[in-house]
């Protein structure tokens, strides 16, 4: 009998590898799938976006699957594509299915979070509340009659997902501001205000970097022991 064969096998120790083995192929593939849609999106390039945007998510929640994250992240995020991929469609019913996409994404983070028992920050929480009503108070007017209270009803989710969000540190708590920051620019963009120049670069950099922190800010607190 060779030393090899002798050997007593850890099974733990040999499943875990097999499957973590394609999480840095995964994460790089999301890396390079986001630089190549930013990269697009600067170049005006819309065949490449139209290319890149719908492997984003499925690639960070194949990452946060074999890194073992929970199930409810996953989901977060394969809503996330689903909004992706709707709001690829430039029309009022597309961009209500994208939002209800992500509403369901937000759900699933709401409840992730919700299962670590640390309390929010409560002043956190005031800021983003009044952060929420100025900007729905000052961009009112300007929004489509149909989407007003679509978006309010989203936009007070989102901002409760994003306070939530800080239970499980910081790469968590700054994804979720990023992601308000993102769905922000998106909705001065409906209202016709005002944008900075390249405003879809600006809304995917924010998105891809929330959902990436997000991703992080869960696996790490999953592997520090938190209740996630």
């Given at each position: 009998m060779s030393a090899t064969?002798?050997?007593?096998?850890?099974?733990?120790?040999?499943?875990?590898?097999?499957?973590?083995?394609?999480?840095?192929?995964?994460?790089?593939?999301?890396?390079?799938?986001?630089?190549?849609?930013?990269?697009?999106?600067?170049?005006?390039?819309?065949?490449?976006?139209?290319?890149?945007?719908?492997?984003?998510?499925?690639?960070?929640?194949?990452?946060?699957?074999?890194?073992?994250?929970?199930?409810?992240?996953?989901?977060?995020?394969?809503?996330?594509?689903?909004?992706?991929?709707?709001?690829?469609?430039?029309?009022?019913?597309?961009?209500?299915?994208?939002?209800?996409?992500?509403?369901?994404?937000?759900?699933?983070?709401?409840?992730?979070?919700?299962?670590?028992?640390?309390?929010?920050?409560?002043?956190?929480?005031?800021?983003?509340?009044?952060?929420?009503?100025?900007?729905?108070?000052?961009?009112?007017?300007?929004?489509?009659?149909?989407?007003?209270?679509?978006?309010?009803?989203?936009s007070l989710l989102l901002?409760?997902?994003?306070?939530?969000?800080?239970?499980?540190?910081?790469?968590?708590?700054?994804?979720?501001?990023?992601?308000?920051?993102?769905?922000?620019?998106?909705?001065?963009?409906?209202?016709?205000?005002?944008?900075?120049?390249?405003?879809?670069?600006?809304?995917?950099?924010?998105?891809?970097?929330?959902?990436?922190?997000?991703?992080l800010g869960v696996l790490?607190?999953?592997?520090?022991?938190?209740?996630?």
């Amino acid at each position: 009998m060779s030393a090899t064969a002798s050997r007593p096998t850890d099974p733990g120790r040999a499943t875990a590898p097999r499957a973590e083995r394609f999480a840095r192929p995964l994460l790089v593939a999301f890396l390079v799938a986001a630089a190549v849609d930013l990269a697009g999106l600067l170049a005006g390039l819309d065949a490449v976006h139209l290319v890149a945007k719908p492997l984003l998510m499925p690639l960070l929640a194949g990452y946060a699957f074999v890194r073992g994250g929970p199930r409810l992240l996953v989901a977060a995020l394969l809503f996330g594509w689903g909004g992706d991929v709707f709001l690829l469609a430039d029309n009022d019913l597309a961009f209500l299915l994208g939002m209800g996409s992500f509403a369901v994404g937000h759900v699933c983070y709401l409840t992730l979070f919700g299962r670590d028992r640390a309390p929010a920050a409560l002043a956190t929480g005031v800021a983003y509340a009044l952060v929420l009503a100025v900007f729905l108070v000052l961009i009112w007017s300007d929004l489509p009659a149909e989407l007003r209270v679509p978006v309010a009803g989203y936009s007070l989710l989102l901002t409760a997902m994003a306070w939530r969000a800080g239970v499980l540190g910081r790469y968590a708590a700054a994804g979720g501001a990023l992601f308000l920051l993102s769905d922000a620019l998106i909705a001065t963009g409906i209202a016709e205000w005002p944008r900075l120049p390249a405003p879809d670069f600006w809304v995917m950099l924010t998105y891809i970097a929330a959902q990436l922190l997000l991703a992080l800010g869960v696996l790490g607190a999953a592997r520090a022991g938190g209740r996630p």
